[in-house]
């Protein structure tokens, strides 16, 4: 049963201090999205990458946030240094997807990440 | 930027009666989405509309894409308590590298 595999589910982290959220989208899927989830503002997109190539990372705080594809098997997204409002839920999506924009995102269970 | 608008945000109601969520922009869109999500889970899809008017229906549910390709509704019939849970509607942008927006989301609660 392919799925999206996101890790960790649950960090705690203080504020300063690194965190790294990593997922392994479904094999074949060529894009990759993060989005950040939180109660004032739903899903917000933050980056993607289409064949590894990051495509728009607009959303993203530059100076803190980066995100990268390393490989096909490994979407990373990096906060240095973290703050409290970076509480969140972070999602990792990916998807079959062609020139069409109609395909489908298959999620990830999220990371739930709190900053003391 | 483009944008999507949901409202209701909240709504709670009981089984049996019927509902309608609204998507709204004022930009176009290739496609647009409707997602579910459940607690503790990330957003599933559940349809995609494509062509301006089209309608779709998945059991007691009907989603229509506006004739413009700018908004989108969800209606339920006879709702039931296993409806309940966070819907989204998301849109795809029309360019080639187009990027998938969420609506803010209606959270809908379904009582016995």
């Known amino acids: 049963d392919a799925r999206v595999t996101q890790t960790p589910r649950h960090k705690v982290t203080e504020m300063g201090q690194e965190v790294t959220m990593r997922c392994q989208p479904i094999?074949?899927?060529?894009?990759v999205f993060w989005y950040r989830q939180t109660m004032m503002q739903g899903l917000e997109l933050l980056a993607y990458?289409?064949?590894?190539?990051?495509?728009?990372d607009s959303g993203m705080p530059k100076d803190r946030f980066s995100a990268e594809m390393p490989d096909a098997t490994l979407a990373t997204l990096k906060i240095q240094p973290s703050e409290p409002r970076d509480s969140a839920v972070y999602f990792c999506?990916?998807?079959?997807?062609?020139?069409?924009?109609?395909?489908?995102?298959?999620f990830g269970e999220g990371s739930r990440l709190t900053v003391l | 930027t483009q944008l999507l608008e949901q409202s209701p945000q909240f709504l709670s109601i009981q089984e049996g009666e019927n509902l309608t969520v609204y998507c709204n922009s004022s930009s176009v869109f290739s496609s647009l989405q409707w997602y579910r999500q459940e607690p503790g889970e990330g957003p599933v899809l559940l349809v995609t509309?494509?062509?301006?008017?089209e309608v779709k229906k998945l059991k007691r549910l009907t989603f229509q894409f506006g004739d413009a390709r700018k908004d989108s509704s969800l209606h339920i019939t006879a709702a039931q308590p296993g409806d309940t849970g966070l819907y989204l509607c998301a849109g795809w942008g029309s360019s080639n590298t187009g990027k998938l927006i969420f609506g803010q989301g209606t959270t809908l609660q379904v009582k016995p």
């Open positions: 509309v494509v062509t301006g008017g």
């Open positions: 094999l074949g899927h060529n894009t």
């Open positions: 999506a990916s998807g079959p997807l062609t020139g069409v924009n109609t395909g489908e995102l298959f």
């Open positions: 990458f289409r064949n590894r190539a990051p495509l728009d």
